[in-house]
């Protein structure tokens, strides 16, 4: 019998997945971006934009005494689009997250 993609999501092992199929629910659709945010690139990504933004992207304003600022919102480095593809470390805090959405994705061997 062929594995499943469940069988092959184990912890603490490196896997590559790859999104086969576009998801049809947004909270689909946001759980395979947050996965796709552990990467460790992104990660990095993501601090150096929230230091530009936290440097440079606040906009203060004076409205009735008070100081006010407007915040950039955070820039989406990854999105989960079909052939999108991304590898993560896999902990038992996440399989189950990687089980929700496996029918969207397709799971290799890093």
């Not at 690139?41 to 005494?65: C, E, H, P």
Request: charged share 30%; glycine share 2%.
């Amino acid at each position: 019998m062929a594995k499943t993609t469940a069988d092959k999501i184990v912890p603490n092992t490196d896997l590559t997945f790859t999104i086969v199929k576009e998801p049809v629910r947004p909270a689909s659709r946001k759980t395979i971006e947050r996965l796709m945010w552990m990467q460790p690139q992104v990660k990095k990504d993501f601090s150096m934009l929230q230091r530009f933004r936290r440097q440079k992207g606040i906009k203060y304003t004076i409205r009735a005494g008070r100081v006010w600022f407007d915040r950039p919102r955070a820039t989406r480095t990854m999105r989960a689009t079909k052939g999108a593809s991304f590898t993560l470390y896999v902990t038992p805090q996440i399989v189950n997250d990687l089980k929700s959405v496996q029918k969207y994705l397709d799971v290799t061997s890093a």
